[in-house]
């Protein structure tokens, strides 16, 4: 075989270089086009009611100007499905306060779920943040008071990726304390939440799930929504990094809300394979308040409870509340 045979056989003949390099410049080339017809059609136009174009509040447009979240934005936009606006996720969250009940899941409109992280912040909190950021994931993070003493700057981190929540100061079963016992471990963790963060806290995760007619009363009076799970991954109850995403994955349904905890080993060797099957199966996590927003659950599926979730698809039958939080 000659010289030039050999080179035409590798297609490393100039001229072939050429036109793999003419193709390659032009996908790049029809690929910035179409991201700044996208970002046009966001921040210039912002969509209107009957031309077609997709709708984003003041508030998202803003967000897309930053560099990580027009990324972000530009999946939103391919979706026709942006995150709802603070107030809005404000309204959903009040609607269902209002009930006095908890809520177990959202409703089955789209593929969105909740990842919800437990008894943080702690050590492995910044390893969770950086992967749930790696996939543009988002996630709602159930804070336990007294940790705030060791991991101060934490809860400001996590409420930027995603939200934070309170999960008494102690760790408590809130069932056996005494009103003023119950109300200091809810009222004390908000405050702190809200002093960290500078936002406010209107979620509320009881440990172990467990609750009663006094403690949905003391969380309807301080304003908090109650929000549990309809899917126990069981990393608390030692389960294995295959059990924990087996489980997580049997209820990625639309509208579940899926509890983990952040701090547990295992949780840390399963999450990026959980992430990776979101994004093979289509869905988004987002915060329970977005979710709520996106995807939100009749009063007779709230009034239902944990039988509600099961009722309405969003959760398989396998699954029951195991009170491991």
Same mark, same amino acid.
């Given at each position: 075989?000659?010289?030039?045979?050999?080179h035409?056989?590798?297609?490393?003949h100039?001229?072939?270089?050429?036109?793999?390099?003419?193709?390659?410049?032009g996908?790049?080339?029809?690929?910035?086009?179409?991201i700044?017809?996208?970002l046009?059609?966001?921040?210039g136009?912002?969509?209107?009611?009957?031309?077609g174009?997709v709708?984003l509040?003041?508030e998202?447009?803003?967000?897309l100007r930053n560099v990580e979240p027009?990324r972000q934005?530009l999946d939103?936009l391919?979706?026709?499905a942006?995150l709802p606006?603070t107030?809005?996720?404000?309204?959903?969250?009040?609607?269902?306060t209002?009930?006095?009940?908890?809520v177990f899941?959202a409703?089955t409109?789209?593929?969105?779920?909740?990842?919800t992280f437990?008894?943080g912040?702690?050590p492995? +909190?910044?390893?969770? /943040?950086?992967l749930?950021?790696?996939?543009g #994931? =988002?996630?709602?993070f159930?804070? $336990?008071?007294?940790?705030l003493?060791d991991?101060?700057?934490l809860?400001?981190?996590?409420?930027?990726?995603?939200?934070v929540?309170?999960?008494t100061f102690?760790h408590?079963?809130?069932?056996?304390a005494?009103?003023?016992?119950?109300?200091?471990?809810?009222?004390?963790?908000?405050?702190?939440l809200?002093?960290?963060?500078g936002?406010?806290?209107?979620l509320?995760r009881?440990?172990?799930?467990?609750?009663?007619?006094?403690v949905?009363a003391?969380a309807?009076?301080l304003?908090?929504l109650?929000t549990t799970w309809?899917?126990d991954?069981?990393?608390s109850?030692?389960a294995?990094?295959?059990g924990?995403?087996q489980l997580?994955?049997?209820g990625?349904r639309?509208?579940?809300?899926i509890?983990m905890?952040?701090n547990k080993?295992? +949780?840390?060797?399963? /999450?990026p394979?959980?992430?990776?099957t979101? #994004? =093979?199966?289509?869905?988004r996590? $987002?915060?329970?308040?977005?979710?709520?927003a996106?995807?939100?659950?009749s009063?007779?599926?709230?009034?239902a409870?944990f039988?509600g979730?099961?009722?309405?698809g969003?959760?398989?039958k396998a699954f029951?509340?195991t009170g491991?939080?």
């Amino acid at each position: 075989m000659s010289v030039q045979t050999r080179h035409r056989s590798l297609g490393s003949h100039p001229r072939a270089i050429y036109h793999r390099r003419r193709a390659v410049a032009g996908l790049a080339l029809l690929a910035l086009v179409l991201i700044v017809v996208l970002l046009f059609a966001v921040l210039g136009g912002g969509g209107s009611g009957g031309d077609g174009k997709v709708h984003l509040s003041a508030e998202n447009r803003a967000a897309l100007r930053n560099v990580e979240p027009v990324r972000q934005g530009l999946d939103r936009l391919l979706l026709n499905a942006p995150l709802p606006s603070t107030a809005e996720q404000q309204s959903a969250v009040n609607r269902l306060t209002q009930l006095g009940l908890p809520v177990f899941c959202a409703g089955t409109q789209n593929k969105y779920v909740a990842l919800t992280f437990d008894d943080g912040p702690g050590p492995q +909190t910044e390893q969770v /943040l950086r992967l749930l950021a790696s996939r543009g #994931q =988002r996630a709602t993070f159930f804070v $336990v008071g007294r940790q705030l003493t060791d991991y101060p700057q934490l809860p400001a981190v996590e409420a930027r990726a995603g939200a934070v929540g309170d999960h008494t100061f102690n760790h408590i079963d809130v069932t056996r304390a005494t009103p003023a016992q119950r109300n200091f471990e809810m009222a004390q963790t908000r405050q702190l939440l809200e002093a960290a963060t500078g936002t406010p806290v209107t979620l509320f995760r009881p440990p172990y799930g467990a609750r009663d007619a006094n403690v949905d009363a003391q969380a309807r009076q301080l304003g908090l929504l109650q929000t549990t799970w309809n899917v126990d991954t069981q990393d608390s109850e030692g389960a294995t990094a295959a059990g924990i995403q087996q489980l997580a994955t049997e209820g990625m349904r639309p509208g579940a809300i899926i509890l983990m905890h952040e701090n547990k080993p295992e +949780t840390l060797v399963a /999450l990026p394979r959980i992430l990776r099957t979101l #994004q =093979r199966k289509g869905y988004r996590s $987002v915060t329970i308040p977005e979710l709520l927003a996106l995807n939100p659950p009749s009063d007779q599926q709230v009034q239902a409870g944990f039988q509600g979730c099961v009722d309405a698809g969003n959760t398989s039958k396998a699954f029951t509340p195991t009170g491991s939080s």
